[in-house]
């Protein structure tokens, strides 16, 4: 059998690790063969109630898992981690200001970035799942700089999965019929659900899911706000955020990360290298391909007016939130 991967979630007493780590630790995101050592750091006044998920993970007796390590300290949680599930964050509590939330998690990011740098691998691959997901990718990238940048990423995948699933429910077929959504920008409410290059195959026939839906105004507008807002109305009938579906969907991003995409397209937050006239070093969700382990933005897309207006206004909401946070680095 292989050597342990080394695998670290971050917010391991929360809601959303309570569901990642039970798939990560069967196998669904590594492999059936892959054995496991899993590090979970939480914050230090959640240590007993991340002491009772450890276990509850060794209650599960699941063969794959060869060590558990919970810790306070990310020192411990990142050293020599293969894959690192990043979805410890503050959440924002009411009252709280949009920059006070930004700073809280610059901190949070800075210090792990700063550990990850000195003690993770230097092919360690990361999803940030806590928000603001592009920004604390970016910030804790800024502060492991001897980490390849192309190691970061943040998660949209949650946003490709409803996009997918409302275009299934809408034309009665199957969530695996239904391929290339992209999602682009930001995880917040302006990112831009994109369906002008998607696929769906119905009876056999693959054809273009604009050619399947025919109504232009449900894509541009109902279909598009449904996605945007598909998180809060989450949280108004369940009064928690999404954790089930977002851990699910973490899962989606890091396995697609290991074992590739074959000929389709996954959205994900890189750091943009410019691609499609985005700002150089935002970390924007873009269509992308993965193969050995490596990812590359799809390129040469046909972006038409209604598309570039939408593409920009979210680059315009990161582009702030990032300058936003390298003030709060250098204050
Ligand atoms: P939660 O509040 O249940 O759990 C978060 C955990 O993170 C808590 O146990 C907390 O103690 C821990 N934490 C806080 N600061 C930490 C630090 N410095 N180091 C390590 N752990 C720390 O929240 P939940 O529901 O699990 O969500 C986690 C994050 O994921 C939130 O920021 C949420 O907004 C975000 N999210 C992102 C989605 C996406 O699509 N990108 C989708 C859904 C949620």
């Not at 059936?32 to 590090?39: R, W, Y």
């Not at 293969?82 to 610059?106: H, I, Q, S, T």
């Not at 750091?271 to 970390?283: A, H, P, Q, T, V």
């Amino acid at each position: 059998m292989a050597e342990p991967l080394k695998v670290v979630v971050t917010g391991a007493a929360g809601q959303i690790a309570y569901s990642l780590l039970f798939s990560v630790a069967k196998g669904d995101v590594f492999g059936k063969d892959q054995p496991l050592e899993l590090l979970l750091l939480d914050i230090t006044p959640m240590m007993e109630v991340l002491n009772g998920v450890v276990m509850e993970l060794m209650d599960c007796a699941i063969p794959l898992v060869k060590n558990i390590v919970a810790t306070d300290d990310p020192m411990v949680a990142f050293k020599d981690v293969d894959a690192a599930f990043m979805v410890g964050a503050m959440p924002r509590r009411e009252g709280m200001e949009r920059k006070d939330l930004l700073k809280a998690n610059v901190k949070i990011f800075k210090a792990q970035g700063q550990a990850m740098d000195q003690v993770a691998k230097k092919t360690v691959k990361v999803i940030v799942v806590g928000n603001p997901a592009n920004t604390n990718g970016c910030i804790l990238s800024k502060y492991a700089p001897s980490i390849p940048k192309a190691n970061f990423t943040c998660m949209t995948r949650l946003d490709q999965n409803r996009a997918q699933a409302q275009i299934a429910a809408k034309l009665g077929v199957s969530n695996d019929q239904v391929t290339n959504v992209i999602i682009w920008g930001n995880h917040s409410s302006t990112q831009f659900p994109d369906v002008a290059h998607a696929s769906v195959t119905i009876q056999g026939k693959t054809i273009p899911v604009a050619e399947a839906i025919k109504d232009d105004s449900y894509i541009k507008n109902d279909f598009i706000k449904t996605v945007q807002q598909r998180g809060a109305a989450v949280i108004k009938a369940r009064k928690l955020s999404s954790a089930m579906s977002a851990a699910k969907a973490a899962c989606d991003h890091m396995r697609d990360w290991f074992f590739g995409t074959g000929n389709n397209w996954v959205s994900m937050g890189v750091i943009s290298d410019g691609s499609y006239g985005i700002r150089e070093g935002l970390m924007y969700s873009y269509p992308v391909k993965i193969h050995d382990k490596t990812w590359t933005i799809v390129q040469d897309l046909k972006i038409n007016d209604f598309a570039r207006e939408k593409m920009d206004a979210t680059a315009a909401e990161l582009s702030e939130e990032l300058d936003a946070a390298l003030a709060e680095c250098e204050a």
